[in-house]
């Protein structure tokens, strides 16, 4: 396994123009466990640096590309991942005469027409476009979304470019499966690129989500939105995943992951309309200032995953067998899901927790960092049939495992990860959502009425549940237990 890890390290390389250092790391006369997985490692770690050198001289869609292959956490080896994860925040910036040129051509007017004050420095600058702070004649403080002016006429060479290097590496190496990420880029990067396609998920999801009194979205400003230039509301927040942000300013960490993890379950259960691009720097948090409440700002509405009925169907039902770890169930939904025999390594990679612990129910207790390790380290022994499974899952799916992995890493970062509650409410949107489903296609009133009677008590159980949670976590709770101890003692 080590060997096809290796050898996956080198094709990637190939595929790349990145070099590898040979046998220099091997030494042939003394090939011991450790010395071999170190040399694994630095060749995974050169390959990724190489990539990501790549990546920032190609600028564009190699960025795009490069940051979903640096979300992939329990994916792919940590040594790409780690590397790649920079282009989030570092990726390459458009000088001020392109911005002034993008908005000349689509607002036909300069800069100092429309705004009052414009910040030179961007708020962010990442793949497809950078961000801008600005004051319009108005006085509304607004945050300027513009594209980098060669991304639209590059990012047609350069998925073609990809799609040959990847069929070239194919040939060479049949287990070479990433063809996924061509046909991905494919899909999404014209929609990426259309900033009014983006302001209409903003809007779809801001009105979907509207009953979630915490969520902001950014309010789109159309009389100055193009294809390339977008303005919208101007809102500032410290990231997600900072947790000293938030303890600075009173904001409870607990409830922001809680929340998160509401909105989400919302969106790909009940809704089947996901924000896939959930990284910190696209989640912001504040606390209001009036109300004393905290706020999630959800940004960058540009990559939308729209799920099949019965895709979510599926879905659900698997997440409610690996809630409650029947086995049975997870193998049935997995292998509707495309995984066929690889199910226990699906089951892995969508929980990110050892099969053990799947077995034993995910809910049963919290990742400990012995198997975050263990997990992390088996991307790269089992990189050919984790790329086989990407190959082989529908394409909805892709875009999920990467949503579940960023979600994850902002709950590792927040020291959150795995608590009862995220399953709680998972398990309350898969309830509804099956019911909705349920009821959709029932023709008796009386069976209508049962599902719903069905729904209420699944529903009336979880909060029940949850409730003991929070009666055996809190004072009055250890109160009531220390007091029943009292009297079972006295009765004796």
Same mark, same amino acid.
């Given at each position: ?262 909105? &989400? ?226 009765? &004796?």
């Amino acid at each position: 396994m080590a060997l096809r890890a290796l050898k996956f390290a080198s094709l990637t390389a190939a595929a790349s123009g990145i070099y590898l250092y040979g046998n220099r790391f091997l030494d042939p006369n003394d090939f011991g466990v450790v010395r071999v997985g170190r040399a694994i490692a630095t060749v995974h770690l050169r390959s990724a640096e190489r990539l990501r050198e790549l990546c920032c001289s190609n600028r564009g869609t190699f960025i795009k590309v490069g940051q979903h292959l640096g979300a992939l956490d329990y994916l792919l080896p940590e040594e790409y991942t780690r590397t790649l994860k920079v282009l989030h925040s570092q990726a390459p910036q458009s000088t001020r005469q392109e911005i002034e040129q993008v908005i000349r051509e689509d607002l036909g007017k300069e800069i100092k027409e429309l705004f009052v004050s414009f910040e030179d420095t961007p708020l962010g600058a990442a793949s497809l476009a950078q961000v801008h702070k600005a004051v319009l004649q108005d006085g509304r403080t607004v945050a300027v979304k513009i594209q980098h002016p060669k991304v639209q006429a590059q990012s047609s060479k350069d998925i073609l470019l990809m799609e040959i290097l990847l069929l070239v590496v194919k040939q060479i190496f049949p287990d070479f499966e990433f063809m996924w990420l061509v046909e991905e880029a494919k899909k999404n990067l014209p929609l990426e690129l259309d900033f009014l396609h983006e302001g209409r998920n903003a809007e779809k999801v801001a009105h979907m989500l509207k009953n979630f009194d915490f969520l902001k979205v950014p309010r789109i400003y159309w009389e100055l939105s193009t294809s390339r230039v977008l303005l919208m509301e101007f809102m500032e927040g410290g990231q997600v995943n900072d947790r000293a942000y938030m303890e600075r300013n009173g904001i409870n960490v607990n409830e922001i992951s809680r929340n998160l993890g509401k909105l &989400y379950s919302e969106m790909i259960f009940v809704n089947g309309f996901v924000h896939c691009d959930p990284h910190p720097g696209n989640v912001l948090v504040k606390k209001c200032p009036v109300s004393g409440k905290a706020h999630i700002i959800l940004l960058d509405h540009g990559l939308y995953q729209v799920l099949s009925e019965s895709f979510r169907m599926d879905y659900c039902r698997l997440w409610q067998a690996l809630i409650k770890a029947d086995m049975k169930r997870v193998q049935k939904y997995s292998r509707r899901l495309g995984a066929g025999d690889l199910y226990p390594l699906f089951a892995c990679m969508l929980t990110a927790r050892s099969w053990e612990s799947v077995n034993r129910g995910i809910d049963q207790s919290p990742v400990s960092a012995s198997e975050d390790m263990e997990i992390r380290s088996n991307a790269a022994a089992y990189l050919p049939q984790i790329t086989q499974l990407l190959n082989n899952v529908p394409r909805q799916m892709l875009l999920l495992l990467k949503t579940n992995d960023l979600l994850r890493g902002i709950e590792s970062a927040l020291h959150t990860r795995a608590s009862a509650s995220s399953f709680l409410n998972m398990s309350r949107c898969c309830i509804r959502a099956v019911s909705t489903y349920q009821r959709s296609k029932s023709h008796s009133l009386y069976r209508r009425a049962q599902i719903s009677l069905t729904e209420a008590l699944s529903l009336w159980q979880i909060n029940l549940y949850e409730l003991f949670l929070w009666l055996k976590g809190s004072q009055l709770g250890n109160w009531v237990i220390a007091l029943l101890r009292r009297m079972q003692h006295f009765t &004796y």
